[in-house]
């Protein structure tokens, strides 16, 4: 269901929503008329608030706060099917032209004095919003944008080495004999000055993963430590968000239901963005990482690229094979980034974002509880 449907849906019976609560019915318009129909009976009892957030809706479609006083994650954006289903050339092509333009709106807000390679040859200096066709000899590349291609050299080395084809970027440039050089590159990226908001939720977060118990070396132990920690902190509200691929939900549900009763779990699946006391958590899985290791290094550093570009690889798990370039533009700027799966836990922050690469009961059992106020991060190693 298209946004413009959405928001016709609810004004016609009179209510407005928030941007969380219209990600949600955009990924769940299946959900729309039970909300609908359930908010009638709700409103005889209650007030109707002015504007429909995505915990009135989630207190509506009874997604209610378990027994220890939390509420669940909730997904308003899934990208998972989109790593799955098959397109056209003709769907590609439109898909990426539209994620383009997306990057090319948060670049214009950036960049002074833009100008397209058709018209760059007028000017000495200039700004040009490009994305990367290939690289040509060890500083340079064949940049492209609606009007046409050329040969761009690059003075900052470090982010020449760093970029992939498909990137799509701003250069801030000048004419040198004739050759176009890019004297700084500027990426869409989330923004700079942004004070890290804490949540309306207290207490600590455990994000975890692979709590599958019927996959092959699936550690129990781990898991018995997970629930121990879980008692030992009872005082500090824990709750636990596991991520889990869509075919494994079920088995992972049986599993969570042993850990302590008053704790509040969420199950999500990997490749979207959810909501959790106004945060935004945007996870991946480890594997869709690994097309980047080449040339951004760590999970970690490949975390941080991956907001400079805000540009989501949809590739590299399950055995599937893409293109550098195949990724997913993602709008919304994450409170919290999770990478599930890692061999190479690590916890840092960027411009406010904490980006976190966890392991999984099947491998490297190191997990981070995060501070969902104060946004504090401690590291949970259950080896």
């Not at 799955?84 to 004095?113: F, G, N, P």
């Not at 440039?173 to 949540?199: F, H, M, N, Q, Y």
Request: aromatic share 6%; charged share 30%.
């Amino acid at each position: 269901m298209e946004s413009r449907e959405v928001v016709g849906r609810f004004l016609s019976a009179g209510y407005s929503l928030d941007s969380a609560s219209l990600e949600f019915f955009i990924s769940n318009p299946e959900k729309v008329d039970a909300f609908l129909e359930a908010a009638k009976g709700a409103e005889k009892t209650g007030r109707r608030p002015a504007i429909i957030t995505l915990g009135y809706v989630q207190n509506i479609l009874k997604a209610k706060p378990s027994a220890g006083g939390c509420a669940r994650l909730a997904v308003i954006k899934d990208f998972s099917s989109r790593k799955e289903r098959r397109t056209s050339v003709e769907d590609a092509v439109a898909e990426r032209t539209k994620e383009y333009e997306a990057a090319r709106s948060l670049l214009a807000e950036k960049l002074e004095d833009v100008v397209s390679i058709n018209k760059m040859q007028k000017h000495a200096k200039f700004s040009l919003i490009v994305s990367a066709l290939e690289k040509v000899g060890s500083d340079s590349a064949t940049v492209e944008d609606a009007t046409g291609s050329a040969v761009l050299r690059f003075e900052d080395v470090k982010e020449f080495d760093s970029m992939l084809e498909g990137d799509t970027f701003g250069a801030v440039c000048e004419s040198a004999d004739g050759t176009a050089v890019a004297k700084r590159i500027v990426w869409p990226d989330i923004p700079l000055k942004r004070k890290p908001e804490g949540s309306s939720n207290r207490g600590l977060c455990v994000f975890v993963a692979g709590a599958d118990q019927q996959a092959a070396g699936f550690e129990a132990k781990s898991f018995e430590k997970l629930a121990k920690w879980l008692d030992d902190n009872a005082e500090k509200n824990p709750q636990v968000v596991a991520f889990a691929r869509e075919e494994h939900v079920k088995d992972v549900e049986e599993l969570l239901a042993k850990l302590p009763e008053d704790v509040c779990k969420s199950i999500v699946t990997t490749l979207s963005i959810g909501e959790l006391g106004g945060l935004k958590i945007l996870s991946c899985e480890s594997g869709d990482l690994q097309s980047r290791k080449p040339a951004w290094g760590s999970d970690g550093e490949i975390m941080v690229n991956i907001l400079k570009r805000r540009s989501l690889p949809a590739c590299g798990a399950r055995g599937r094979s893409c293109s550098a370039g195949h990724a997913t533009f993602f709008d919304v700027v994450p409170d919290i980034f999770v990478a599930t799966g890692s061999k190479e836990p690590s916890a840092s922050n960027y411009k406010g974002t904490n980006v976190i690469a966890i392991g999984d009961f099947t491998g490297t059992p190191v997990f981070f509880a995060v501070d969902l106020q104060t946004r504090d991060v401690n590291k949970l190693d259950l080896s």
